[in-house]
């Protein structure tokens, strides 16, 4: 059965503090790892990963993958008071050899940041 | 546009209540999603329809039927649900291309409560 392990699962930090948030997992015929960050409702999709040591940034955020130590990170660099939320690391396998797969989420890190 | 709808965004139901979540994507994409999200939890995979076929069932009870009429539109029918159904019922969207890797999109999702 597919695996994901999220931590910490909650993090306190001031603003202007960097984070790391971290997910490892255990998936079979792994296809990508997605990073979603979840206010109050939906999902917000954050990136995918697909390849081992290849930076994804978007603005404060970017995270890269290991495949070969199954595992990747998520910094956040200065981070801001709306960077307060549910961070959710998912894994994709093949399903049939179709490439849709199941997401197998993590139980998510809760990020609080503090003015 | 580039976003999943959903309807309702609440609703209360009776245990002998029938209901419909509906979910629309104009996206194009191929790969619809039902997901049951509990507090403090990650989003749990329940259903994945594949150009209009359902193709994944996570042995989701029968009072959950889902249907999809057609590339754009995703329904889940509820009939005689528990007080434990309440949840936060998401929809997703994904491209659906053989070897590509593919992002699933969110709805805002429906908070369901049974009572």
């Known amino acids: 059965e597919d695996k994901v392990v999220q931590s910490p699962l909650s993090l306190v930090v001031h603003e202007g503090d960097t984070v790391t948030l971290n997910c490892s997992y255990e998936?079979?015929?792994?296809?990508?790892l997605l990073w979603y960050k979840q206010e109050k409702k939906a999902p917000t999709f954050l990136f995918m990963l697909t390849s081992s040591g290849i930076e994804k940034k978007s603005g404060r955020l970017s995270s890269i993958l290991d495949k070969k130590e199954l595992f990747s990170i998520l910094n956040i660099t200065a981070t801001q008071t709306g960077d307060s939320a549910i961070y959710l690391c998912a894994v994709t396998g093949s399903a049939g050899g179709t490439s849709y797969g199941k997401l197998t989420f993590g139980q998510g890190t809760i990020l609080t940041v503090h003015p | 546009d580039t976003e999943v709808t959903q309807t309702p965004k609440h609703l209360v139901m009776g245990m002998t209540n029938k209901k419909s979540l509906k979910c629309e994507q104009h996206m194009g994409h191929r790969a619809m999603y039902w997901y049951k999200q509990k507090a403090k939890k990650p989003p749990e995979l329940m259903f994945v329809?594949?150009?209009?076929?359902?193709?994944i069932n996570e042995s989701v009870p029968s009072r959950f039927s889902p249907e999809c009429p057609n590339s754009s539109l995703l329904n889940l029918h509820l009939h005689a649900l528990q007080p434990e159904d309440s949840a936060l019922y998401l929809c997703?969207?994904?491209?659906?291309?053989?070897?590509?890797?593919?992002?699933?999109?969110f709805g805002p999702g429906t908070r369901l409560t049974v009572l």
């Open positions: 997703a969207s994904s491209q659906e291309r053989q070897g590509s890797y593919n992002e699933q999109f």
């Open positions: 998936v079979t015929n792994f296809r990508s």
């Open positions: 329809y594949s150009y209009e076929k359902l193709s």
